[in-house]
């Protein structure tokens, strides 16, 4: 039983490059969101996934856009990368939010913009 | 806008001592509340799910307890040791399907 798989684990990028970074779930889940770590900030929401079909935005969305359209997989993409958007990227899941449900992590994805 | 709050940032204890680690909320309207330990360099996994009904959940030397009224949390951590090292997050689940985030308490058990 994989889990949360992310890919890749590392990236650097130039500003105004775009990307993917691909999140992958084995579990069934229908509840998928993806946060970013900063320094002394905790983790942010970005977007999340109720189900396939359906996305919203969390508390940073801008530069970012998701999209589900099967079960397992949820990927972010940055459309025009800023600096700003360095930081470590997680993508989580559970059976669904206000379930109490445990939300399951990836191992992350650190990205750097030059 | 729910704010989630971690104190202390650090703590550095001597192996076996037990501690307490402090997680407070501003809106009460919560689902449960969640403890991680994130270790450096990896991603965070669940230890505890306290749900809004409930006052506690133990694991092993683990305890945490809620009060949601009051807007806090706190996880026990019994005996600690040095594998105990690492960054614990706790989390709440709020209405609208959004998880807030504290920024952690960096623990290090010194041998």
């Known amino acids: 039983n994989a889990g949360v798989t992310q890919t890749p684990k590392f990236q650097v990028l130039k500003t105004g490059q775009s990307m993917t970074l691909q999140c992958a779930q084995d579990?069934?889940?229908?509840?998928m969101s993806w946060y970013r770590q900063d320094p002394g900030m905790g983790l942010r929401l970005i977007h999340y996934?109720?189900?396939?079909?359906?996305?919203d935005q969390g508390e940073v969305p801008n530069g970012y856009n998701v999209s589900r359209s099967t079960t397992e997989d949820f990927p972010l993409r940055l459309l025009s990368a800023a600096p700003s958007q360095t930081s470590v990227y997680f993508c989580?899941?559970?059976?669904?939010?206000?379930?109490?449900?445990?939300?399951?992590f990836g191992s992350g994805t650190q990205l750097s913009v030059l | 806008k729910q704010e989630v709050t971690q104190i202390p940032a650090a703590l550095s204890v001597p192996e076996g001592e037990n501690l307490v680690l402090n997680c407070s909320f501003t809106?009460?309207?919560?689902?449960?509340l969640q403890w991680f330990r994130q270790d450096p360099g990896k991603g965070l996994t669940s230890l505890l799910l306290?749900?809004?009904?409930?006052r506690e959940q133990t694991s092993g030397r683990l305890n945490a307890s809620l009060d949601k009224s009051s807007g806090r949390s706190t996880l026990y951590i019994a005996a600690s040791q040095p594998g105990d090292s690492a960054t614990y997050l706790c989390?709440?689940?709020?209405?609208?399907?959004?998880?807030?985030f504290g920024s952690g308490t960096k623990l290090n058990v010194k041998p």
């Open positions: 306290i749900q809004s009904s409930q």
């Open positions: 989580a899941s559970s059976y669904g939010a206000a379930t109490n449900e445990k939300l399951f």
């Open positions: 809106d009460s309207a919560i689902y449960n």
């Open positions: 989390a709440v689940d709020t209405h609208f399907n959004k998880f807030y």
């Open positions: 579990m069934n889940h229908e509840y």
């Open positions: 996934s109720v189900g396939a079909g359906i996305t």
